[in-house]
């Protein structure tokens, strides 16, 4: 079983919907979590850190929930350049290493 | 700050050649690195982590001795992937993180190796 899977989609939205996506991870010892965006070719940037109680930055929402051990991002009022690939990552306590998702493909339309 | 950069961006070879690629941490210290590779839709995997000075440890399944890392200083690490094979062909991707416990990784532009 992967560490971190998420849903390939995918998702094709219209200018300004709001799209929403998950992932689940399989370490119960997993302490951070993040979503990272990747456009084509490029390498992954941190979008956000997910905290346990939830969290916004503008447009996004993530949401963390430890009893079921997954993770969401939620866009809203979706933008163009909001179409990229975005990268559900966890990060056991104490530890440098990160575990990638493959990823969930948005793509906005106009 | 926190920039990495990563050279060449772009890279093609013929098979059983050796290719280079660094990693700069420019305008900070960087007590671990590491390489990961990512094939068209799939996930970033870890393949080594390094830290200046000593030798690299691999993720299982990595050959040591076909992907050679060299973290001889605190700004610079390079991965040689020797006698390539179209099967390396791939994005390799560098990050780097500071000491201090805050295990942010800061991640390189990125080179895409083609093996001819």
């Known amino acids: 079983r992967k560490e971190v899977e998420q849903d390939p989609g995918p998702f094709n939205v219209p200018e300004g919907a709001t799209v929403a996506f998950n992932c689940t991870y399989s370490n119960s010892a997993s302490q951070s979590f993040f979503w990272y965006r990747q456009d084509c070719r490029k390498e992954p940037k941190l979008l956000m850190s997910v905290y346990s109680s939830g969290n916004e930055d503008g447009r996004f929402t993530a949401q963390l929930n430890r009893a079921s051990q997954y993770i969401s991002l939620l866009i809203r009022d979706s933008k163009l350049s909001d179409s990229a690939t975005y990268l559900c990552?966890?990060?056991?306590?104490?530890?440098?290493?990160?575990?990638f998702g493959a990823g969930t493909t948005v793509t906005v339309r106009a | 700050g926190a920039v990495v950069s990563q050279h060449p961006s772009r890279v093609i070879c013929k098979s059983g050649t050796s290719v280079k690629i660094e990693c700069r941490s420019l305008d900070f210290q960087a007590t671990t690195m590491f390489w990961y590779r990512q094939f068209p839709k799939q996930s970033l995997m870890l393949m080594a982590t390094?830290?200046?000075?000593?030798?690299?440890?691999?993720e299982q399944g990595v050959e040591k001795d076909k992907f050679l890392i060299n973290h001889a200083s605190l700004t610079l690490s390079t991965l040689t992937v020797t006698s390539a094979h179209p099967e390396d062909s791939s994005f390799y991707i560098c990050?780097?993180?500071?000491?201090?416990?805050?295990?942010?990784?800061?991640f390189g532009p990125g080179t895409r190796l083609t093996v001819t």
């Open positions: 990552v966890v990060r056991p306590a104490g530890d440098y290493k990160l575990s």
């Open positions: 390094s830290n200046e000075g000593s030798k690299a440890t691999y």
């Open positions: 990050s780097a993180s500071t000491s201090g416990g805050s295990y942010e990784q800061y």
